[in-house]
């Protein structure tokens, strides 16, 4: 069973950055694809980026790219959503997500085990 814990979500003014940290308790953390998503008042769970377990493959929802950065570090079982030039359409609470899947995807059925989440939300 692996346990994530999403932080670093809070308040901001539109054009500010923030990062979102996700540690796993899990020590094979690195077999595991890990996603971002989040989910606004609302609206549906939307993919926003996911990696492999070693960081070359990567995918990001359009929404976000160019202004999004996921990343991680196995050795410390964290992943990070670096999230600049946010936009009040941006706020959602933000969850990340562990995947068994072979190769990067956006599928949120696809994802074995979620955080609790973390809320953004980006003034105007």
């Known amino acids: 069973q692996v346990q994530l814990i999403e932080s670093g979500g809070g308040l901001v003014q539109a054009g500010g950055s923030l990062t979102l940290s996700c540690a796993a308790s899990e020590r094979t953390f690195r077999n595991y694809l890990m996603g971002w998503f989040r989910q606004a008042p609302g609206k549906e769970r939307e993919f926003v980026a996911v990696l492999n377990w070693g960081g070359g493959i990567i995918m990001y929802a359009d929404s976000v790219k160019g202004r999004f950065t996921i990343s991680r570090d196995n050795a410390k079982n964290t992943v990070y959503l670096l999230m600049n030039s946010l936009k009040p359409e941006d706020t959602a609470v933000y969850y990340c997500?562990?995947?068994?899947?072979?190769?990067?995807?956006?599928?949120?059925?696809?994802?074995?085990?979620w955080g609790q989440g973390t809320q953004v939300t980006v003034s105007s």
């Open positions: 997500a562990a995947s068994g899947h072979l190769g990067p995807t956006s599928n949120s059925n696809l994802y074995n085990y």
